[in-house]
């Protein structure tokens, strides 16, 4: 069954304009990773945020993690037509099997030229 | 360097036949994943080795799959009597240590199966 749920399911933007989007889960994790995923290269690990972690940042990425809410964000900045993919969050929980990814549907994400 | 790769990319199947689906973790990976996604889905696991030893199954959708990593290395994801719910791309992802908790896992391209 899929842990967590992104919002919004599909995205389309301009090239240069930001793009957010947001995931909530439902147990307690120990860490949240996003991934990007297109026809040409697969699924691509992008960044992990532990749940110690409040905040992170990798080039164009920022991604912000509230347990107490049980929601992440990820918010590329200056997006360019080589963005669009889909993205999906992933949770390792807490405890036993912290060792597999639970992904989310996923956000459909289209960059414009 | 190599990635993890999977074979065949593709697998057309009619309903009832018998497939096997490869994977080549990164080496010296000790960590290796299957995970299945329907169309417009995300990923869900499916099955966890470390090393040789098959630790966690427990996402194998019916007797009907089976898969084993006899040398710690190569994994092989066998279906039988394919049914056309199996439709779906089988991604193979490794890690490098024992516990993914802190660790990337890497994703190869997939196989897609379309079960007739």
């Known amino acids: 069954s899929q842990q967590g749920e992104e919002d919004p399911q599909a995205l389309s933007i301009q090239e240069g304009e930001n793009a957010t989007m947001n995931c909530s889960y439902k147990?307690?994790?120990?860490?949240l990773q996003w991934y990007r995923q297109n026809s040409g290269r697969g699924l691509v690990h992008l960044i992990l945020i532990r749940s110690n972690e409040r905040e992170k940042h990798s080039g164009r990425l920022r991604v912000t993690l509230d347990t107490s809410k049980k929601s992440s964000s990820l918010l590329i900045t200056a997006s360019r037509a080589a963005d669009t993919a889909s993205y999906f969050c992933a949770t390792v929980r807490y405890g036993g099997s912290n060792y597999k990814l639970t992904f989310g549907k996923g956000t459909l994400l289209t960059v414009n030229p | 360097g190599a990635g993890v790769s999977q074979s065949p990319r593709y697998k057309v199947a009619k309903r009832g036949q018998d497939v096997a689906l490869r994977c080549d973790p990164i080496s010296g990976h000790v960590s290796l994943f299957w995970y299945q996604q329907a169309l417009g889905q995300g990923p869900e696991f499916l099955t966890y080795?470390?090393?040789?030893?098959?630790?966690?199954k427990s996402g194998l959708p019916s007797d009907r799959f089976f898969a084993e990593r006899p040398e710690g290395s190569v994994s092989t994801l066998k279906i039988q009597r394919t049914q056309q719910e199996d439709s779906a791309v089988y991604l193979c992802?490794?890690?490098?240590?024992?516990?993914?908790?802190?660790?990337?896992?890497?994703f190869g391209p997939g196989t897609r199966l379309l079960v007739l």
């Open positions: 992802a490794s890690s490098l240590e024992r516990l993914a908790n802190q660790e990337t896992q890497y």
């Open positions: 080795f470390q090393n040789e030893a098959q630790l966690d």
């Open positions: 147990t307690s994790i120990n860490n």
